[in-house]
Structures are given as C-alpha cells and as structure tokens.
C-alpha cells in the first residue's frame, strides 16, 4: 500500500507569512495528489488538484508543486481564513484506492 | 447546484444497527462514483469506499472492508452506509463526497455532504 507522509503535523503562523506543508509518498505517484481545506465542524473543500491545479474559484495564494513522491502545498501570504486543517490526498484510479495524508493544523501564531 | 444532503445525527447502542444516508442533486447522479470518509473525533481522514450508482460496483478500503456496507439507490439518487453491529469505535462524523471526474472510481472529491455523526455508546 501507497503511505503519505504529511508534515508537519501542525505549525504555528502569523497572518501574512508564507506557509509550506509537504507530503511524501512511499511511492512515485506521477501527479495523483490533491490538496483539501477542513475548517473545524465544516467538511473538506477541495483547493488543489493533480498536484498543481487550482480548483475553480480557489484564491491564488493557495498553489501546490511536485510529482513523483514529493509534493508541497504553499500559501503564500497567510489570512485571517485560512487558519485550518489541511489533507493531501492520493487517488490511485488502476488499484481503485485514496488515502490521506495525516493533515496538517495551521494556527495563529 | 451540485448538493450532497446527508441524514442527520444518530445516537445508537453497541451492536444495534444502523444506515446513513447521502442523497446527491444539481447533477447525473448515476454516473459519478460516490465516497465515503470517516473522521473519528479530533483525528484526520479516513476513505472507506466508493460506488457507482449506476450499477452499484463498489469499492472498499481493506480497513473498512466486512465492516460495513456500502449501498445505492439510483432512482432516488441516495448513497448509504450500513452497519450491521456497531462498536463505541464506530463513533466518528462521517461525510460523502462526489468523485469530481465521471466514470473515475478514484479520484479528487469535489462536492461534500455536510456530515453525519455517529455516536455509539451504551
């Protein structure tokens, strides 16, 4: 089974600064990973997919790079909204399989 | 508007049984997979299936496989989840979400439920 690795498990921010979560897979998995936004009480919203692309209507601070088995997830200036939980997620379409990183909290500093 | 409508909050007993429902609009619901996720209190995701509404193909984690049962019904475009004995660990929120790309059984989930808690205890 394909393990993602997500770090850190939380990191604490202040509003403006640039923020940078990773997740490794055990695994090369081409560009089959999304990044998702979990507020507390709320259910995940997709922002990044296929590892780079911007869900529609998802604001340009959110982007995300990689490929292979190492990914990051980068907001480049930090806002009062974002303070959250964050989930990568792989999706294996052949083994029909998704699993999650173990998310990353993001609070005010 | 593409919606997911969850049923709401349960409160059960060990071993009693359960179905939770998902009832999907604002789209051809028989022709995208729908997922299940756990999300046990203060902990992280956890997928535990999917189904094809169209012809009920289904899916599992092998965590989740044998311990619950994962159903649709296409003429009333309603996905559900079925315990048949439930244990305190199943106490968790559980969400349905639509696999965003037709036809693909794993992939991005682009629309989610709202969520429904289970809480299992005697």
């Known amino acids: 089974d394909i393990r993602m690795t997500q770090s850190p498990s939380s990191l604490s921010a202040s509003v403006g600064d640039r923020v940078t979560i990773t997740c490794q897979a055990s695994?090369?998995?081409?560009?089959?990973l999304s990044w998702y936004q979990q507020k507390p009480g709320k259910a995940p919203k997709l922002l990044i997919y296929?590892?780079?692309n911007s869900e529609t209507g998802v604001p340009a601070r959110f982007s995300g790079s990689g490929s292979g088995t190492d990914f990051t997830f980068t907001i480049s200036s930090l806002q009062p909204e974002d303070f959250a939980t964050y989930y990568c997620?792989?999706?294996?379409?052949?083994?029909?399989?998704?699993?999650f990183g173990g998310g990353t909290k993001v609070e005010i500093k | 508007e593409v919606q997911l409508v969850q049923s709401g909050a349960e409160v059960k007993k060990p071993g009693e049984s359960l179905k939770i429902s998902c009832k999907g609009s604002?789209?051809?619901?028989?022709?995208?997979?729908i997922g299940w996720v756990r999300q046990m209190p203060g902990k992280g995701l956890e997928w535990m299936g999917i189904?094809?509404?169209?012809?009920?193909?289904?899916r599992y984690s092998p965590s989740f496989q044998g311990q619950v049962t994962i159903s649709a019904d296409k003429s009333i475009n309603t996905a559900y989840v079925q315990w048949s004995s439930l244990k305190a660990s199943d106490t968790a929120m559980y969400y349905c979400?639509?696999?965003?790309?037709?036809?693909?059984?794993?992939?991005?989930?682009?629309?989610w439920g709202q969520g429904t808690l289970v809480t299992v205890s005697s």
């Open positions: 979400a639509r696999a965003g790309r037709s036809g693909e059984v794993a992939t991005i989930f682009d629309y």
């Open positions: 997620q792989h999706y294996d379409n052949l083994r029909s399989f998704v699993t």
């Open positions: 604002g789209y051809i619901f028989r022709t995208y997979w």
């Open positions: 695994q090369d998995i081409s560009n089959s």
């Open positions: 296929d590892a780079s």
């Open positions: 189904i094809y509404p169209g012809d009920s193909d289904t």
